[in-house]
């Protein structure tokens, strides 16, 4: 009798921390994970360099708000976001470089962080499959993912407000 009266309740599994944190905390825990891995690539031109020759090997471009009335970061950042949605490069655009420089423990002022791209995890060199293998991703990577899915194809990609610490 007891048995018969028990209703199963489906539950709903988190991918982690990430997935109950605002899209902020998520894009810190991957910006940190790929620092620690040295996946990162910050600077407007570096990225630039780096996509021109390993556009394949980049899972995210990160890119801080331009100054108002800076018109020339402004067109090359629209043409970095042409690129990178061309080449399935998901971009996400957070409000302050200043927070990006702080999230990544950088106290050094002449380093460029209006763009930060990010890099697969390290693929096994043994491997005969040229395929990424997602599963390698974190939680808090697949989570940005989902995010970025939600917004692919919109004109505008809405602006991330990044924790402070």
């Not at 810190?28 to 790929?34: M, P």
């Not at 490069?89 to 990006?100: A, F, R, W």
């Amino acid at each position: 009798m007891y048995n018969e009266s028990v209703v199963t309740v489906k539950t709903e599994s988190f991918s982690g921390v990430a997935a109950k944190s605002p899209i902020g905390q998520c894009i810190k825990t991957v910006l940190r994970r790929a620092c620690a891995e040295k996946r990162l690539t910050n600077g407007l031109m570096p990225a630039l360099q780096f996509l021109s020759k390993n556009r394949c090997s980049t899972l995210f471009c990160i890119q801080a708000e331009a100054r108002p009335g800076d018109s020339a970061t402004h067109m090359q950042e629209v043409l970095l976001q042409a690129f990178c949605m061309e080449n399935d490069i998901y971009t996400i655009k957070v409000d302050s470089e200043e927070k990006l420089k702080n999230l990544l423990g950088c106290s050094k002022t002449s380093l460029d962080f209006s763009c930060v791209l990010i890099h697969y995890p390290f693929m096994d060199p043994f491997s005969d499959s040229q395929e990424i293998d997602l599963s390698i991703l974190s939680d808090a990577e697949k989570d940005l993912i989902d995010h970025c899915e939600t917004h692919w194809g919109h004109s505008q990609v809405p602006v991330i407000k990044l924790p402070e610490k």
